[in-house]
């Protein structure tokens, strides 16, 4: 059996928020947001990753073992923040010794 195709209309659309959250990743990098503008790109970098994946991949439409890879994917990705989101908390408990600092090159 061969699946319907895709509007033309759904690609367009898909393809302009594309472009606009592309716009709105340099525009929150341009501007001075701080961590609330990593915050923000993460968010839309997770929200273009969806809109691909629905749109142009066709997942709700695709075999269940490949709704399970991309679910697998999604769980490994979070493993993954959950772990380097952990270590950089975890950064300032034990400081550098004081022998670290000194410079090696004295006169």
Known sequence: M?????SSTTLLLAWIALVSLTIATYLTWKG???????AVN???A???????TVVYMEIRKSHYRARFAALAG????A???????SDYSTRDWNPAPVFWNRSINRH
């Open 42 to 44: 993460f968010v839309i």
């Open 79 to 85: 493993i993954l923040i959950g772990l380097v989101a």
């Open 2 to 6: 061969s699946k319907p195709p895709i």
């Open 74 to 77: 999604l769980v490994w990705m």
């Open 46 to 52: 997770i929200a273009k990753a969806t809109l691909v």
């Open 32 to 38: 001075s947001f701080g961590v609330a503008g990593e």
